[in-house]
């Protein structure tokens, strides 16, 4: 086993996958000469040639919509958006046609691809290179969405998403590419399971859900409490769309407290449907008002350093909330 | 139509009371205002009146019942007349736009309406009204420690478990055959009267009585319970301190030889009650903190002084009357209350808001010639005197040896509103209002 940072994972992940399937190829801006902007490709360009690893134009929509033509035709494309913020010129291929292919076509034509993106804020990005896009693609049947907390579940789950017949939204937390660290087998293939959520932390006292960057927070979080003895249970969803249901709803039954945790914004989050679902299947089971704890309802992260700290959730933030619902 | 009679609403927080005598039987005529039922609350007992004229047709609670304020407790009406069902009769109660027609009396409250929560076990969660349904709990036997005292699942989980030690211990102890039972020498003794013992007992399955030591039990009245739960509930939610002065009751005994004849002939018996009742009232002008409570939000001081005192009752028991705003009172005006509210407090005529709302007690257990006791604090009020018997002393006064009128004065107070020094600061203006007594 090796330690290695987040975004190492995701470059072994694809590099293993092109060596093992010569269908896959990345393409992307900046991708190819230059190992991509936060690195992700480095070396790829020099093992396997410009045929497979394209620098494409500044240009999302073309980004997606030569990966899905490539798909049809029984490719693997790995389209990387530079930033999440600037998926949206490729919303409409994502969603319009990506995401209805299989269905329109009655099964007839796939498209197996996957759409990588780094997300999220804190890193002094300001508005467009710190946007959390989740939401969005977690509402469209049709699209998987995986956000990874470590870098064991990144290659797995990336390794996974290359070879799923869907189309695939696999978004990166960029402020953890180099941050959160993990062990990675070396000579061991592995995958990971595209749907099923992780109970990261046992505990009984209340059940925090989280994915991403807010993960790492929320076990930080937890430890926090546990020296004030707050036994706190941390759910990593992995898997937003399918979404793993009776690992949530199996823990709350255990806890009967919930806190979900997301850095995008309130209102319309993804933080809705995992409440939802407790509401709906796991209202018995319920010793509290499910929380939710996310990013203020503002149109972007602020670039100024301490309105960037006011707006982004932290262990800090996290922890509060779990004191306030232990203590319900 | 009939008429219903209602458990009346007899107080501020008197939310249930007991039938304790029916005063006309089923099928008797009665005037409208004859006392028709005794009932006995917890803090008093009382006559209630018939709400109409005619004849007493039904009497749905017998005696020895509790039941909730609003709760129909007969009927009256015309002789042969038929009564309403009694289940659509309770739903009548939760309606009250149906006919407003004979409520009994003016001051009687409308039955209270089921809002789907109980207000004394505070907000109840979906999985704990779940776990109580499902292991069949009592949640008012649950102790609630979550947010403002809900009952949290936690708490009803630790109450099954203990509920579940207890069947435990009780289920294990039959396990042991009788004539296993060391000492009982049963191994050695004949077959047949082994087998005869175990036969009877087997017809007569073993009892968990307690030790059967001769003696009686005595049933428990509903002011006995009550004295029980308050107590219990004052030791447990308190942290209670003592502490002791004594105090020269000279210039007290003067003012009284001088006082007592005039105060006589006003029809006023002057005791020492009231002169502690105005030092009371002294001290806690000085020290606002002790006539307070202690609640979540905050130490709640009290602007108004209500004090209580507690009076032995002679079939046992005691009751707290309450002298309402004792420091707009003057010293005769004190002594008349304590003469009248202790005179119907013995003969059971109190009022129910006559005992309620006291900020402060003083008791007086010196009476049998107790000199200094620990008294419990009458919740949710922070403080209580007690006074001990006052009697003569060799004590030093100006390097002499003094011959003088000396009570102790035990002062419990909840830790959690005052602390020693301000206890103390209380209790010695009380000392010095005593001995510094203008003399008449």
Redesign the interface.
């Known amino acids: 086993m090796a330690e290695i940072n987040l975004v190492e994972a995701i470059r072994q992940a694809m590099d293993e996958e092109m060596e093992r399937d010569e269908n896959v190829f990345v393409i992307g801006e900046d991708v190819g000469v230059r190992g991509g902007v936060f690195r992700a490709t480095v070396g790829l360009f020099d093992k396997y040639g410009e045929e497979r690893v394209i620098d494409s134009p500044l240009a999302e929509l073309t980004i997606v919509g030569v990966g899905i033509g490539a798909a049809l035709y029984g490719k693997r494309p790995i389209c990387e958006i530079q930033f999440a913020d600037f998926i949206y010129p490729a919303f409409n291929q994502i969603v319009s046609e990506a995401a209805k292919m299989v269905y329109r076509s009655d099964g007839a034509w796939f498209v197996p691809m996957v759409i990588r993106a780094p997300y999220g804020g804190g890193i002094g990005g300001g508005l467009y290179h710190s946007q959390s896009v989740e939401a969005f693609f977690a509402h469209v049947p049709g699209l998987k969405v995986v956000i990874p907390s470590n870098p064991y579940d990144a290659k797995g789950l990336l390794k996974s998403a290359v070879r799923d017949p869907n189309p695939v939204m696999f978004f990166e937390p960029k402020k953890g590419y180099r941050l959160i660290k993990g062990e990675v087998p070396e000579d061991e293939e592995y995958t990971i399971p595209i749907g099923p959520a992780k109970v990261t932390r046992e505990g009984r006292d209340l059940s925090v859900f989280a994915y991403g960057m807010m993960h790492h927070y929320a076990l930080q979080a937890a430890e926090t409490v546990a020296e004030e003895g707050i036994d706190v249970e941390v759910v990593d969803l992995r898997t937003l769309y399918p979404v793993d249901r009776e690992t949530i709803l199996e823990s709350v039954r255990k806890t009967?407290k919930a806190l979900i945790v997301h850095e995008d914004n309130l209102t319309g989050g993804y933080g809705g449907e995992i409440a939802a679902t407790i509401a709906e299947w796991g209202?018995?089971?319920?010793?509290?008002p499910v929380r939710r704890l996310a990013g203020p309802d503002v149109p972007a992260v602020p670039f100024s350093h301490p309105m960037q700290e006011w707006f982004m959730v932290n262990p800090d933030k996290i922890a509060d909330a779990i004191r306030d619902l232990a203590?319900? | 139509m009939p008429t219903k009679v209602i458990m009346p609403k007899l107080g501020e927080s008197v939310v249930e009371g007991t039938v304790t005598a029916w005063l006309k039987e089923e099928g008797e005529t009665i005037e409208e205002y004859e006392p028709l039922v005794e009932i006995n609350t917890d803090k008093v007992d009382t006559e209630i009146p018939s709400s109409a004229s005619g004849t007493l047709l039904k009497i749905l609670v017998p005696e020895g019942e509790t039941v909730e304020a609003g709760t129909i407790l007969a009927w009256i009406g015309e002789p042969g007349e038929s009564i309403p069902d009694e289940d659509q009769a309770r739903e009548k109660e939760h309606e009250p736009q149906e006919e407003p027609v004979e409520e009994p009396a003016p001051e009687q409250p409308e039955a209270k309406q089921d809002s789907g929560r109980d207000k004394d076990l505070g907000y109840i969660s979906p999985v704990v009204s779940r776990l109580a349904q499902e292991e069949d709990v009592d949640l008012s036997k649950v102790k609630g420690t979550g947010m403002d005292g809900r009952i949290t699942k936690k708490d009803v989980l630790n109450y099954l478990e203990e509920r579940k030690e207890e069947k435990k211990e009780v289920e294990e102890e039959p396990e042991i055959p009788i004539w296993e039972t060391p000492a009982d020498g049963d191994l050695f003794r004949p077959t047949e009267l082994v087998f005869a013992q175990s036969e009877k007992e087997q017809e007569a399955p073993p009892e968990h009585k307690p030790l059967a030591e001769p003696g009686e039990t005595l049933p428990l009245t509903s002011m006995r319970k009550r004295i029980a739960e308050h107590m219990v509930h004052s030791k447990q939610t308190a942290p209670h301190v003592t502490t002791v002065m004594e105090a020269d009751m000279s210039r007290v005994f003067a003012h009284r030889q001088v006082s007592q004849p005039k105060a006589e002939a006003r029809g006023v018996h002057l005791t020492y009650t009231a002169y502690f009742l105005s030092a009371i009232v002294t001290g806690l002008k000085a020290v606002p903190l002790a006539n307070a409570s202690w609640t979540d939000e905050g130490i709640r001081v009290h602007k108004a002084i209500n004090l209580g005192m507690a009076v032995a009752l002679p079939s046992g028991g005691l009751i707290v009357p309450v002298i309402e705003r004792a420091d707009e009172s003057s010293l005769t005006g004190l002594a008349r209350q304590v003469n009248d509210l202790a005179e119907r407090a013995r003969s059971g005529q109190l009022k129910p808001d006559e005992v309620q709302g006291g900020t402060f007690t003083l008791t007086n257990h010196g009476t049998k010639g107790s000199l200094f006791a620990t008294p419990v604090i009458n919740q949710p009020q922070s403080g209580i005197l007690g006074t001990g018997i006052i009697q003569k002393r060799p004590v030093v006064v100006n390097d002499a040896i003094a011959i003088r009128p000396m009570v102790y004065l035990s002062f419990t107070f909840d830790h959690r509103v005052l602390d020693g020094a301000s206890a103390d600061t209380f209790l010695a203006h009380v000392v010095h209002a005593l001995e510094n007594w203008p003399l008449a």
């Open positions: 009967s209202f018995m089971d319920l010793d509290a203590a319900f």
